[in-house]
């Protein structure tokens, strides 16, 4: 079973929707959750961390369940420039990404 | 600027001959990594170094080799390279194994003939 499952999508939403994608993780044990951006070819960069209290920055907004074991990533208003793939990253003394899962905003 | 740089960014190279990917970081993290991305799979981790001359093997090291003599560079190796092998590697530094985030190289896309 793999460490960290995310829906490979794509997600095909036009430009204004909210979309949700959702992660699951195996090991209760994790400590440190992460959402990373991937454009194409491009190296990953952070996006935002994780919180148990959930946290928003902007038009995003991340959320942890630790008793379901699986985390979100709420994109409102979205714009072509989300468009992406997001990586699900958690973190028990190493970094286990998710397959990521591919966003597609039209206009 | 905190960054991580890689070279080459591109490389085509026959089955065989040896190559070497650089990696180096300026942020004096201790906690380096190599990754490769295939299509479908994901990023697989290669070898992992959670300090100077401390380095172990992640999921995927088989025909790779890392060196860790210095804290900055991490230097992925390819002694005898396959068409298996060709893909698109990153480079990655922490401050520690458990974060708290990791900066990723741009990345080498290496084909093998």
């Known amino acids: 079973r793999k460490e960290v499952e995310q829906d490979p999508g794509p997600f095909n939403v036009p430009e204004g929707a909210t979309v949700a994608f959702n992660c699951t993780y195996s090991?209760?044990?994790?400590?440190?959750f992460f959402w990373y951006r991937q454009d194409c070819r491009k190296e990953p960069k952070l996006l935002m961390s994780v919180y148990s209290s959930g946290n928003e920055d902007g038009r995003f907004t991340a959320q942890l369940n630790r008793a379901s074991q699986y985390i979100s990533l709420l994109i409102r208003d979205s714009k072509l420039s989300d468009s992406a793939t997001y990586l699900c990253v958690v973190n028990i003394h190493k970094f286990y990404f998710g397959s990521g899962t591919k966003l597609n905003v039209k206009p | 600027e905190a960054q991580v740089t890689q070279n080459p960014r591109y490389l085509i190279t026959v089955t065989g001959k040896k190559l070497t990917v650089t990696c180096s970081q300026n942020?004096?993290?201790?906690?380096m990594s190599w990754y490769r991305q295939d299509p479908g799979l994901g990023l697989r981790q290669i070898y992992y170094?959670?300090?100077?001359?401390?380095?172990d093997k992640g999921d995927v090291p088989e025909g790779y080799k890392v060196s860790r003599k210095e804290k900055r560079n991490f230097p992925l190796i390819l002694e005898s390279p396959s068409p298996n092998q060709t893909s698109l590697y990153f480079c990655a530094s922490s401050l520690s194994v458990l974060g708290p985030e990791q900066f990723f190289g741009p990345g080498t896309r290496l084909t093998v003939l």
């Open positions: 090991n209760s044990a994790s400590q440190s």
């Open positions: 170094s959670m300090n100077v001359e401390v380095t």
């Open positions: 942020m004096n993290h201790e906690y």
